[in-house]
């Protein structure tokens, strides 16, 4: 009989536990996986949202714990805009509404005459003309969802819109956005003047050195703002901050349970064998032989489940 065999026979032998702790792993294995894929999905697809539309730096407010709590005086921009070093600025309001078929719909506002406007990817339709306070902007998603069409009309925040265009970034989070003009936004829920954050272009984007300069300056113009890089903007968020803090202590008492899954296996196997392991003792094996054994039990179940 090969040394190998006997571990396999071992764990086959005791067939229904080994496969409760095999489920017992996979379960617990496959939870950490999903929720640090969902923790890293989530700081990607903010970030993406940022990103494709040529945003260099974000100015959110400096007590801002969640940006949709955020409410800036849109008149910052011309305090921004005069800092050494930026190319352009424009400031969004955003708010997050429930649509009734259950969508989770991102409506941003924009100025009318923003840059923002320029990086959007028309799918069909045409961007809403300065004049146009009723039309608007949709995502793929929510054309999808709502099975609506450039032209057609539908009712968000007991006002009728005309769909001006229909808009296929690359983002998730934009995907399901719904884009008016800053001032039907504003007039819509009550915060007239006002934004969410500023999202700001550079002159040189990709000097380094330039970059973290004018974040100085900016930072030390405006105190009431934070001014943040764009792909530092997922590692400064609280609440995202929060949110990976719970991901990583729920994947390690996954782990732990894991690990506790198999020591109760590999225990009970030496418990339930005493006798067998004696034989083995007398006949000439080693401890560290059968140690050996038992450990590599525990590989083979680890090897099972992957």
């Known amino acids: 009989m090969k040394f190998l065999s006997i571990p396999i026979r071992n764990l086959k032998r005791r067939s229904l ?5 095999i489920v017992g792993i996979s379960i617990a294995v496959t939870s950490v996986i999903l929720l640090i894929s969902m923790s890293r999905g989530i700081e990607k697809a903010w970030v993406n949202s940022i990103t494709e539309r040529g945003v260099h730096i974000l100015g959110l407010g400096s007590e ?9 005086d849109e008149n910052l921009k011309t305090e921004i805009n005069n800092v050494p070093g930026v190319k352009d600025v424009s400031g969004e309001l955003v708010n997050l509404v429930r649509l009734k078929k259950g969508l989770l719909v991102i ?24 004049k146009d306070s009723l039309k608007v902007l949709i995502g793929q998603t929510v054309s999808k969802k709502l099975n609506i069409k450039t032209g057609d009309t539908f009712n968000m925040l007991n006002e009728t819109f005309v ?9 998730t989070m934009n995907n399901s956005a719904v884009i008016f003009h800053l001032e039907t936004l504003q007039r819509l829920i009550n915060k007239n003047g006002k934004v969410t954050e500023f999202h700001i272009k550079l002159n040189k984007p990709d000097d380094i050195d330039e ?7 900016l930072n030390k113009k405006i105190p009431k703002l934070t001014f943040t890089q764009t792909k530092e903007v997922a590692e400064k968020n609280d609440i995202l901050i929060i949110f990976k803090n719970i991901t990583w202590t729920t994947s390690l008492i996954s782990l732990i349970v894991a690990f506790f899954f198999i020591l109760n296996t590999l225990l009970m196997s030496v418990s339930e064998r005493t006798k067998e392991i004696g034989i083995m003792r007398a006949v000439g094996w080693s401890k560290t032989r059968v140690m050996l054994m038992i450990i590599m039990e525990y590989f083979i179940l680890n090897k099972w489940f992957i």
């Open 64 to 72: 801002t714990i969640e940006i949709l709590t955020s409410s800036l």
């Open 211 to 217: 970059v973290q300069a004018v974040q100085l300056k």
């Open 17 to 21: 536990r080994t496969i409760f702790t």
């Open 107 to 130: 409506q941003r506002g924009w100025p009318k005459n923003s840059f923002l406007w320029n990086t959007i990817d028309l799918q069909e339709g045409t961007l809403p003309k300065p």
């Open 163 to 171: 769909v001006s265009g229909i808009s296929f970034p690359l983002g």
